[in-house]
């Protein structure tokens, strides 16, 4: 934890690539070790001076990664969320196509003078 902050206090640290895959390293490393994954992430993390609960989302994920824990994988999130943005951009092109379509239909269905 950041010498500045106060100890109640929660902070919004980004942590890098590399810390986070080096944390996740540290913690894979001790529990091959102890032999048991029981308070490992508490260990690394207060080491650290990382959140215990990034460390042990940031483990949950890489072994969600490696594929020895069920969940979507991070190449799976992010597949998911360009198909959603895709998928919104499509459907406000769909709309603002009807109501191009809709201002032409009723163009041209009005009288000629």
């Known amino acids: 934890m950041p010498k500045d902050q106060s100890p109640g206090k929660p902070t ?3 942590y890098t690539r590399e810390e986070k895959e080096q944390a996740v390293r540290l913690v894979r ?3 091959k ?3 048991t994954p029981h308070g490992t992430v508490e260990r690394v993390a207060r080491q650290l001076g990382y959140g ?3 460390v042990r989302g940031w483990v949950k994920q890489a072994e969600i990664d490696a594929g020895e824990a069920p969940g979507i994988s ?3 999130a992010e597949e998911l969320k360009a ?3 895709e998928v919104r951009e499509l ?3 769909n709309e603002i ?3 191009a379509s809709s201002f032409f239909a009723a163009e041209l269905d009005r009288p000629q003078k």
């Open 12 to 14: 919004t640290r980004r």
């Open 29 to 31: 490393q001790l529990r």
């Open 33 to 35: 070790e102890l032999g």
């Open 52 to 54: 215990i609960e990034s």
């Open 74 to 76: 991070t190449a799976e």
């Open 83 to 85: 198909l959603r943005q």
């Open 91 to 93: 459907r406000r092109a």
């Open 97 to 99: 196509l009807r109501r």
